[in-house]
């Protein structure tokens, strides 16, 4: 009984640590990340002006926000959530 116990304590730190370990995985490698919920009329182009910030090509983050989230073109919808990089001094010069 007492083996029993012992291997229950360890399987569950072992989730506990892998839990945490995704929690802090960062999906599209950028800091300051942040998850975007499309509105009605939004584009991916002012997605990314709004969010990635001035210092960056605007081309270049439309480019990225669809390949972080697997885009195969533009479009997309009200109430689909984007995983877009974030503005901010680890960001500037970001490569695409």
């Keep these: 009984m007492p083996r029993?116990?012992?291997?229950?304590l360890v399987l569950c730190l072992m989730i506990a640590l892998?839990?945490?370990?995704?929690?802090?995985l960062n999906v599209s490698g950028f800091e300051?990340?942040?998850?975007?919920?499309v509105q009605k009329n939004?584009?991916?182009w002012q997605i990314a002006e709004k969010y990635c910030g001035d210092d960056i090509d605007i081309r270049k983050a439309v480019h990225q926000i669809r390949k972080v989230n697997g885009l195969e073109d533009a479009t997309i919808y009200p109430g689909q959530e984007l995983i877009v990089p974030?503005?901010?001094?680890?960001?500037?010069g970001m490569k695409f």
């Design 42 to 44: 939004d584009t991916l």
């Design 18 to 24: 892998a839990l945490a370990a995704v929690d802090a």
């Design 32 to 37: 300051n990340e942040r998850v975007v919920v």
């Design 86 to 92: 974030g503005s901010g001094p680890e960001n500037v």
């Design 4 to 8: 029993i116990v012992s291997i229950t």
